[in-house]
Each structure stands twice: as C-alpha cells, then as structure tokens.
C-alpha cells in the first residue's frame, strides 16, 4: 500500500483494492505536482480547504466514483451523498463506514463534517477530517489513522496525540497543516508525542510517498 500526503488534509491511498484520493484541494500550488488519477475520492466536507471542483476534476477519470456530504453532492456531478451512520461498499471492493466528524471552529458554532473508516488490504484506515477528540471512537483500533494537527479549527497536536492514544491506533499521519493552518513544527510536536506515548508516527513531505507493508512503514 502506498500512501502520498498531497498537502493540507489532501491524502492519496494506492492498494491493491483501489486508488483512493480523500479531500483533494490543490489550489494554493501554483505547478501541481504528480497526483495519482483515483479510482474513489472521498470528500469529508465543502471547505474550500478540503474540496475544490477545480481540485477534483484534477485527480477524477471517466469511471471514478466520488462520494461526500450533500453540499458536494450538489456541486459536484456524480458524486453521491453520504451521512454518517452509513456503510457502502465502493466499486465492490472497498467497504467503507462514514463516521462522525466535528468541531468547534468559533464560539458558539460547532461544524459538523465527515470521517472515514476503510479496510484496504485488510487494514482499517481512519480519516478523522476535521475534528475533535470523538469520546464515541475510542478503541477503534485503527492500522493507520490520519489525524488533523493545524490547531485552529481542529484539534491542535496535544490534542490529536491524546486521540490517538485513545483511538488506539497503531500508526498516526498528521494532516491539515503547513499551506493553511498550522506548521510544520505542530506535526513534529505531534510526532515526539506519540513516540512518547508507544505510538508509531510518520511526518511526510508533501508529494513523497512511503509503503506500508504487512503493518509496518518503511
């Protein structure tokens, strides 16, 4: 399995199953480096931050299949709706569970979006999207989890490396930082965190790839 960090919250997945992209949003790079053309784009919420139709028409092929909350549905063609609670199996191969997804981004005013549980190559994969820590997924037990860290709008990396505890979780990616919100030195905390904590972590450049072979990076 090979996984590309294509920056921001942007996340490539290549298995054997599928090329998945999750919450393509390319517009602050003005030479858009290799993409991988997906078989399956997830969206977890219309931010512009997260999805842009310019974005997604970059990464899509005639026979992609995309998915994501109703507001994407309505701008994007073809691609389907999606609440959480649901479980939908993706071109036939992948199963896919929707799951909460939330935070407060000012007083007040709580943004409620999408998570993602996927097995790929028998290994459950969990896009947090933009969230708090979620009392309701603890013990998930996910192989990889890709966790946001910008501290903003989602959670900050103290936060996010406690999630990832609580989650259980035996390999954490942080996203949603560097071209927005948050720093490079917030997935570095991040990472010294969960190092602490027994938890394997891996900061990727963006647009550079690693394998995930057999449950271990390398």
């Known amino acids: 399995m090979k996984i590309t960090w294509l920056g921001h919250s ?40 997260h999805a842009t139709l310019d974005s997604v028409n970059k990464v899509r092929k005639d026979d992609t299949v995309i998915f994501g909350p109703v507001e ?19 071109k036939n191969t992948v199963p896919l569970e929707v799951v909460p997804s939330r935070t ?16 790929l190559e028998g290994k459950k994969i969990y896009y947090a999207g933009d969230t708090e820590p979620l009392a309701e997924l603890a013990n998930m037990q996910p192989d990889i989890a890709f966790l946001p860290v910008g501290g903003t709008t989602t959670m900050g990396p103290k936060e996010a490396a406690r999630y990832a505890k609580q989650l259980g979780a035996k390999l954490v990616v942080p996203v949603h930082y560097g071209r927005i919100e948050g720093t490079v030195e917030n997935a570095e905390l991040f990472a ?13 450049t963006a647009f550079r790839s690693f394998e995930y072979v057999t449950g271990n990076p390398s």
């Open 10 to 49: 942007s996340v490539a997945i290549e298995a054997k199953e599928a090329v998945i992209v999750i919450d393509p949003s390319f517009e602050s790079y003005m030479v858009l480096p290799r993409a991988p053309l997906s078989d399956i784009i997830l969206i977890s919420h219309w931010h512009a931050d």
């Open 104 to 119: 407060v981004i000012r007083k007040g005013h709580r943004e409620e979006g999408l998570g993602f549980v996927l097995m």
């Open 192 to 204: 010294e965190l969960c190092t602490e904590q027994g938890i394997r972590s891996r900061v990727l």
């Open 72 to 90: 994407a549905a309505r701008e994007i063609n073809g691609c389907r709706g999606l609440r959480v609670g649901q479980k939908v199996m993706l």
